[in-house]
């Protein structure tokens, strides 16, 4: 089973930035992003597949890029001009024999 590790969240305060990342322990197509605010549901952030093309929720177009190390099997996740809404745990989501995994998840906390 692969296994999805991820590492960069932490306490920032708004308009910072912070990068994510994301490894795989194997190579997968599909790789993104989710969160989970305080009270909220888990909501997809931005996804990215082996060509490189990508999707983005509307709240985090043109703050967030996500891109991809295919030679390391990582997914990174760039968060700028971060917003105290941004709070959340962040997951990394990857899709492995067409079933969804998920990392353990990283505390991203923006404070205002």
């Known amino acids: 089973q692969v296994q999805l590790v991820e590492s960069g969240g932490g306490l920032v305060q708004a308009g910072e930035s912070l990068r994510l990342s994301c490894a795989a322990s194997?190579?997968?197509?599909?790789m993104g992003w989710y969160r989970q605010g305080p009270g909220k549901q888990r909501e997809l952030v931005a996804i990215?597949?082996?060509?490189?093309?990508?999707n983005y929720a509307d709240s985090v177009k043109g703050r967030f890029t996500i891109s991809r190390d295919n030679a390391k099997n990582t997914v990174y996740l760039q968060m700028n001009s971060l917003k105290p809404e941004d709070t959340a745990v962040y997951y990394c989501?990857?899709?492995?024999?067409?079933?969804?995994?998920w990392g353990q998840g990283t505390q991203v906390t923006v404070s205002s």
């Open positions: 194997k190579s997968l197509d599909i």
């Open positions: 990215i597949i082996g060509n490189g093309g990508t």
């Open positions: 989501y990857a899709i492995d024999s067409l079933s969804p995994t």
